[in-house]
């Protein structure tokens, strides 16, 4: 500790010494010793609060303290603009005896800010990726200017972003502000949920050619309070009553400090309102908030202020948005509603509790209609239940946390990265063009035909056209793409409808609701006043009651190994000492239903009326390839005439009785053939499921399903252990 703390610049050490820290953590030392001792690239891999943003902050100010950059010298890029503001905050206290400037750069601030730091650019950008695209094609001119000295690149969360088309669009931005500085900044990743150190490092070190290191930091071990709860609700409740479910979440959250998290952001609105209400009739403060992308930033703001008010109750039910790496100060429990997606999602959410050295806390609660009499085996199955206790025991008993696995054909990002050089570039002949993008890494598996395809399709549908001296310019068609302000994001935005409520925006709606009607946004009920069609704004006034809004949710991947852990729940004797009263028992009658029917000894049951079920143990990529197996080689030979199912859970298929027993044979027999993913997938077919998907010539639709969205190995793998 006194050897690194002597090398830290002297404003740091004033700090450190006016916080009254003891010490400087073990990832803080260990990340001082990487970038004072060499100069690789660095991973912080460690625990929530272990300490990772000032592991990265310390020795990189203190450089740049020393050495002052003549550019912006080092640039933190976040996946959410409220890690950005509260990283903002803290950085400001840190440098205010420091001569190193921090600016932030997103929607939301001023333009008078922004002009100040592109007059003057000095010390620390902290953007999004968005805001970096924008710059990129923008600026082009500037980027010398503004980034030619720039020696760090610190990337927030990386988990966020590799696997997904928005981490491949980082790698190719830092690649082109490389072209233009003749300079590889170092990278600093931190993450506190990656399983596979590994595929992390070479994401990060993506087209350098440089190590990348990462300290082993032996974690500190926390202590965990877990539970799990389970109720059946119904949806033809009397309203004015409270049920049990909602009243077991207000007493867990009752005069705490506490975040609620759900899957879908109607959840989230719809358990603030119940809690408002019971809060209301009891005579108790108003303390509970919302916070999702479609809560205005004035709105998460205060609940963000709120949550981070020391001694003071606040609730707020949250999506993804408050998962990440946001400090929200001393929160006595964390609240899940069903079960999260993934073991990393579990570990991020846990891990926003027990941040001063208190146990972590963190409460389940699943919940499934009353099964009828007459349902069906896989309906009679709690799924949430399971897949949430699968999610606990892979954690504890393996510290497993799902694998990330790369895009191999990212092809919305490659018509994102193309149509933006080419706006940046004013024109460009097609050979540097095609230079410039296939250089970047994520387009390794893009081969010059493929890219080629790409260029003739854009000119046939406008996109972009030929100049009489070769080179390639924007189309009219192609510009009305560039020039909206959501062309910088590679992920789709809902054009939503902006909520008003006299002159205080509320958040925004997917779709106008007709006037007189009612709608919940922001944990409150609203009328209907008047709709602007032409400005997408609804002007509304509060009302009495609860109401209800609904926003499509986007279904997550779910592994292949946690659906196995789930069939293990299913089928052991044990009793998880989390599990309370009501969870306990439904776990004791599932049990016993599924050895009934000894569903341990088979994969597919015959049901009722000529249906059987599959129960296929596969995670969401394995389920969708037998899927289509299904579809393409056993629909006429086994007179299949339905498919349906949910998934990953399980799949039901309607044949008649005689073609039952051959069912398991035809996969079995099908996964032994040498039958490949193309054969899954019809040439009529073209998948368009990212953002610039439409504007991709079918054939390479194609080929990006088959080699990311299907995996055939793994479907014979796991048919093998039928």
């Known amino acids: ?307 981070r008010e020391p001694n003071i109750p606040a609730v707020t039910a949250a999506t993804l948005t408050l998962e990440l790496g946001i400090d929200i100060g001393h929160l006595e429990r964390v609240i899940q509603l069903e079960s999260p997606l993934s073991v990393a999602s579990f570990l991020q959410r846990l891990g926003r509790s027990g941040r001063r050295g208190e146990a972590a806390d963190m409460r389940f609660i699943c919940t499934e209609e009353q099964p009828l009499s007459e349902a069906s085996l896989p309906e009679q199955i709690p799924w949430q239940l399971l897949q949430s206790i699968a999610i606990i025991q892979l954690y504890l008993e393996e510290k497993w946390i799902e694998p990330i696995k790369p895009i191999k054909y990212p092809l919305s990002l490659l018509y994102h990265q193309t149509m933006s050089i080419l706006t940046a570039s004013g024109e460009i002949l097609p050979n540097v063009l095609a230079k410039q993008i296939l250089s970047l890494p994520p387009f390794a598996r893009i081969s010059q035909e493929d890219f080629k395809l790409l260029l003739h399709y854009l000119i046939d549908i406008g996109h972009i056209q030929h100049t009489e001296q070769g080179k390639l310019i924007l189309g009219l068609a192609g510009e009305k793409v560039v020039r909206k302000f959501q062309f910088y994001a590679v992920f789709a935005e809902q054009q939503e409808y902006i909520v008003k409520h006299g002159t205080t925006e509320i958040g925004s709606i997917a779709a106008p609701i007709p006037v007189g009607n009612q709608f919940a946004l922001a944990g409150r009920s609203w009328e209907v006043v008047e709709i602007d069609f032409k400005k997408r704004a609804i002007v509304v006034k509060q009302a009495e009651g609860k109401a209800t809004i609904y926003w499509r949710g986007g279904g997550g991947t779910v592994h292949t190994r946690v659906l196995q852990r789930m069939q293990q729940v299913l089928f052991e004797d044990i009793e998880y000492s989390y599990l309370q009263k009501n969870a306990i028992q439904r776990l004791q009658t599932v049990r016993q239903l599924v050895r009934q029917v000894e569903l341990e000894k088979q994969n597919i049951l015959q049901l009722e009326k000529g249906k059987c079920c599959i129960f296929p143990w596969l995670g969401s990529i394995g389920y969708r390839t037998l899927e289509r197996l299904l579809n393409s080689f056993c629909r006429e030979s086994l007179e299949i005439t339905s498919i349906g199912g949910v998934s990953p859970y399980y799949l039901i298929i309607k044949l008649p009785k005689d073609k039952f027993n051959y069912l398991f044979h035809e996969i079995a027999s099908l996964c032994k053939q040498r039958i490949s993913v193309e054969d899954l997938v019809s040439s009529s077919e073209a998948p368009e499921i990212q953002k610039y998907d439409e504007f991709i010539p079918h054939p390479l639709l194609r080929k990006a399903f088959i080699n990311d969205y299907l995996d055939m190995g793994e479907l014979r793998q796991e048919v093998a252990k039928w």
């Open 1 to 307: 500790m006194t050897n690194t703390f002597s090398q830290l610049a002297p404003f740091i050490q004033e700090y450190i010494y006016h916080h009254q820290w003891t010490e400087l953590r073990p990832v803080q030392i260990a990340a001082c010793q990487v970038i004072f001792d060499t100069d690789a690239h660095l991973l912080v891999a460690a625990a929530t609060a272990a300490g990772k943003t000032e592991a990265a902050f310390l020795p990189v100010l203190t450089l740049l303290h020393t050495y002052p950059a003549t550019t912006i010298g080092a640039l933190y890029i976040s996946p959410i603009k409220a890690l950005i503001n509260d990283q903002f905050e803290r950085l400001n206290d840190l440098l205010k005896q420091a001569d190193i400037p921090v600016w932030h750069w997103h929607g939301d601030v001023s333009q008078t800010r922004k002009n100040k730091l592109l007059k003057n650019p000095q010390g620390i950008l902290q953007i999004t990726p968005e805001s970096l695209e924008s710059l990129l094609i923008n600026k082009n001119n500037d980027l010398l200017r503004l980034f030619g000295d720039l020696r760090f690149v610190i990337i927030d969360e990386i988990h966020a972003f590799m696997g997904s088309e928005r981490g491949c669009q980082i790698i190719c931005q830092l690649q082109r502000l490389a072209k233009f500085t003749q300079k590889q900044p170092r990278r600093i990743g931190l993450s506190a949920t990656l399983g596979d150190y590994s595929i992390a490092e070479e994401w990060l070190r993506s087209g350098t050619e440089k190590p990348v290191i990462t300290p082993q930091i032996d974690g500190i071990k926390r202590q965990i309070k877990l539970a799990i709860e389970h109720f059946y609700i119904t949806d033809e409740v009397d309203e004015s009553e409270v049920t049990a479910y909602e009243q077991y979440i207000f007493n867990l959250s009752k005069s705490r400090k506490c975040l609620i998290f759900a899957n879908n952001r109607t959840r989230t609105e719809s358990i603030i309102a119940s809690l408002r209400k019971i809060a209301r009739e009891q005579g108790l403060a108003d303390i509970y908030h919302v916070h999702h992308g479609s809560i205005s930033a004035s709105l998460r703001q205060a609940a963000e202020n709120a949550m």
